[in-house]
């Protein structure tokens, strides 16, 4: 038998150096001229990673109330469509309303007015969820969304670490200068839907002159955003206006 | 004309979108004509004078549409600007019926500029000149970035007005599909974003179809937007 498994403790000591590593690289990030989009793609990729969850997927809100999906772990029509359903009636839409984390520790008890969630859920392989707010004080400016495949509540540990992280990717969007304005709020919420507006349009160039998917579109966009050491929506907009060329 | 001139003008354009009357104006800063108009023409949105400088203005599309022949139908079905110094000589075998009805009138050449988006042939500009004279390659090139404007302008507001604007788009992911065909469809045709956006909206239009649905066939490529040396078109 090897040590770890003598000492499960072990692996949670790991996981909370994950934890304050995540912590540290998003301090880092936040004090640097950063690309919102690579923040929060960041964010739920730890989050799935460390929270034990099979998918995340962050939404916001645009100026309408509507709930869009800006990053999520799979880019994979079955994932973002399940967001949709569960941001038209379901967990990501009540936390979204009533700014209280909601949670459905088994999927298969979610209220028959969630059917069409409940039922994409399952067919996907998801048996629990958690949607978190985003908020920063009495606004909602979206959801985090965890995602696990099999049933029963989250961690208590890692709900304090998935509120922090949903903190956080809050203050990401609307920086500090944002607090006291609400037009610049809503200005910034805009910018990040944007971005993402911007990311699908450079998936599609990228799948049309590459020949490729678009699920393969855009982790070449990933890859050059990260080789280049350049923000995603900054690599999309070149793409966009046609200054960049990822052949070339 | 100065560059400065034609930058105001098209600058002016830009800011119309929502006012016809106010598409004739830059074209007359900018070129050497007496007077402008803009239609519709065709099936797609009908044939209609949208805007004229002056009577005569008027009175040229109209003719042109009753008699179905004119500079502006040669102009739509070719996809690129017809140009007619003089109107009555050579202009008179190419259009025998409309020569004839205007030789009596003070129009000595004649100008038309189509007014198309992407693969879509929606209508036409007719400059005409009472003293005779031609537009050099540099005004016809002018004359050719303004009609650009006017036609997104033109469609964007019958788009608007039979109700098929973007909340034709639906639900966060159907929107996703149509950022991502807006990709390709830039890519295909070398667009802005904005303008390709507008080409899948017209061919959803013009096809009677939902907007997604054909963003889904240009993301699997059944239907796929091409340039050639006679236009735009779109296969499938």
Same mark, same amino acid.
């Given at each position: 038998?090897?040590?770890?498994?003598?000492?499960?403790?072990?692996?949670?000591?790991?996981?909370?150096?994950?934890?304050?590593?995540?912590?540290?690289? *998003?301090?880092?990030? *936040?004090? /640097? &001229?950063? &690309?919102?989009?690579?923040?929060?793609?960041?964010?739920? &990729?730890?989050?799935?990673?460390?929270? /034990?969850?099979?998918?995340?997927?962050?939404?916001?809100?645009?100026?309408?109330?509507?709930? /869009?999906?800006?990053?999520?772990?799979?880019?994979?029509?079955? *994932?973002?469509?399940?967001?949709?359903?569960?941001?038209?009636?379901?967990?990501?839409?009540?936390?979204?309303?009533?700014?209280?984390?909601?949670?459905?520790?088994?999927?298969?008890?979610?209220?028959?007015?969630?059917?069409?969630?409940?039922?994409?859920?399952?067919?996907?392989?998801?048996?629990?969820? /958690?949607?978190?707010?985003?908020?920063?004080?009495?606004?909602?400016?979206?959801?985090?969304?965890? *995602?696990?495949?099999?049933?029963?509540?989250?961690?208590?540990?890692?709900?304090? @670490?998935?509120?922090?992280?949903?903190?956080?990717?809050?203050?990401?969007?609307?920086?500090?200068?944002?607090?006291?304005?609400? @037009?610049?709020? @809503?200005?910034?919420?805009?910018?990040?839907?944007?971005?993402?507006?911007?990311?699908?349009?450079?998936?599609?160039?990228?799948?049309?002159?590459?020949?490729?998917?678009?699920?393969?579109?855009?982790?070449?966009?990933?890859?050059?955003?990260?080789?280049?050491?350049?923000?995603?929506?900054?690599?999309?907009?070149?793409?966009?206006?046609?200054?960049?060329?990822?052949?070339? | 004309?100065?560059?400065?001139?034609?930058?105001?003008? %098209?600058?002016?354009?830009?800011?119309?979108?929502?006012?016809?009357?106010?598409?004739?104006?830059?074209?007359?800063?900018?070129?050497?004509?007496?007077?402008?108009?803009?239609?519709?023409?065709?099936?797609?949105?009908?044939?209609?004078?949208?805007?004229?400088?002056?009577?005569?203005?008027?009175? %040229?599309?109209?003719?042109?549409?009753?008699? #179905?022949?004119?500079?502006?139908?040669?102009?739509?079905?070719? #996809?690129? +600007?017809?140009?007619?110094?003089?109107?009555?000589?050579?202009?008179? $075998?190419?259009?025998?019926?409309? $020569?004839?009805?205007?030789?009596?009138?003070?129009?000595?050449?004649?100008?038309?500029?189509?007014?198309?988006?992407?693969?879509?042939?929606?209508?036409?500009?007719? %400059?005409?000149?009472?003293?005779?004279?031609?537009?050099?390659?540099? +005004?016809?090139?002018?004359?050719?970035?303004?009609?650009?404007?006017?036609?997104?302008?033109?469609?964007?507001?019958? %788009?608007?007005?039979?109700?098929? +604007?973007?909340?034709?788009?639906?639900?966060?992911?159907?929107?996703?599909?149509?950022?991502?065909?807006? #990709?390709?469809?830039?890519?295909?045709?070398?667009?802005?974003?904005?303008?390709?956006?507008?080409?899948?909206?017209?061919? $959803?239009?013009?096809?009677?179809?939902?907007?997604? $649905?054909?963003?889904?066939?240009?993301?699997?490529?059944?239907?796929?937007?091409?340039?050639?040396?006679?236009?735009?078109?779109?296969?499938?």
């Amino acid at each position: 038998m090897s040590e770890l498994e003598q000492r499960p403790t072990v692996g949670g000591l790991t996981r909370e150096r994950r934890l304050m590593e995540t912590f540290a690289s *998003l301090a880092d990030t *936040l004090v /640097d &001229d950063y &690309d919102v989009v690579d923040l929060l793609q960041m964010l739920v &990729d730890t989050c799935a990673e460390l929270f /034990d969850s099979t998918a995340a997927a962050i939404l916001l809100a645009d100026e309408h109330g509507e709930l /869009d999906v800006v990053a999520s772990t799979s880019e994979a029509s079955r *994932l973002v469509e399940l967001m949709q359903l569960s941001a038209d009636a379901g967990p990501c839409i009540e936390a979204y309303q009533t700014g209280r984390m909601v949670s459905v520790a088994d999927i298969r008890d979610a209220p028959e007015q969630w059917r069409r969630f409940r039922e994409s859920a399952l067919a996907a392989g998801f048996a629990a969820v /958690d949607a978190i707010p985003m908020r920063l004080r009495t606004t909602v400016i979206g959801t985090l969304n965890l *995602l696990r495949a099999s049933p029963g509540a989250l961690d208590p540990h890692d709900e304090v @670490a998935a509120r922090a992280f949903a903190d956080v990717a809050t203050i990401g969007i609307l920086h500090e200068r944002s607090l006291r304005e609400s @037009a610049v709020l @809503a200005e910034q919420l805009q910018g990040a839907l944007n971005s993402r507006v911007v990311i699908e349009q450079a998936k599609g160039v990228v799948a049309h002159t590459r020949g490729v998917s678009i699920d393969a579109a855009f982790q070449l966009l990933r890859d050059y955003a990260r080789t280049n050491r350049m923000g995603i929506s900054r690599v999309a907009a070149q793409i966009v206006n046609r200054s960049l060329d990822l052949d070339a | 004309m100065a560059r400065s001139a034609f930058s105001a003008a %098209l600058e002016a354009l830009e800011r119309t979108a929502e006012a016809p009357e106010g598409y004739c104006r830059p074209f007359l800063d900018v070129l050497p004509v007496s007077g402008a108009s803009v239609s519709t023409i065709g099936d797609l949105l009908g044939s209609e004078t949208l805007a004229a400088s002056d009577a005569q203005a008027a009175r %040229l599309d109209e003719l042109q549409f009753d008699l #179905g022949e004119g500079p502006c139908w040669d102009a739509l079905r070719s #996809g690129t +600007h017809v140009l007619a110094p003089v109107l009555q000589e050579p202009g008179r $075998a190419r259009w025998p019926a409309f $020569a004839a009805a205007v030789r009596d009138e003070p129009v000595s050449s004649m100008f038309a500029f189509p007014l198309i988006v992407g693969p879509l042939r929606i209508g036409a500009i007719d %400059l005409y000149s009472e003293s005779p004279g031609t537009l050099d390659g540099r +005004h016809a090139r002018q004359a050719d970035a303004m009609a650009a404007v006017v036609s997104r302008h033109v469609l964007r507001r019958a %788009l608007n007005a039979v109700g098929r +604007h973007d909340e034709d788009a639906g639900s966060g992911y159907s929107r996703r599909l149509i950022h991502q065909a807006t #990709g390709f469809v830039l890519a295909q045709l070398d667009l802005t974003a904005e303008d390709a956006r507008l080409v899948i909206q017209g061919h $959803a239009f013009a096809a009677e179809r939902p907007m997604m $649905a054909v963003a889904q066939d240009i993301i699997d490529g059944t239907i796929v937007f091409s340039r050639r040396s006679d236009g735009i078109e779109a296969t499938g």
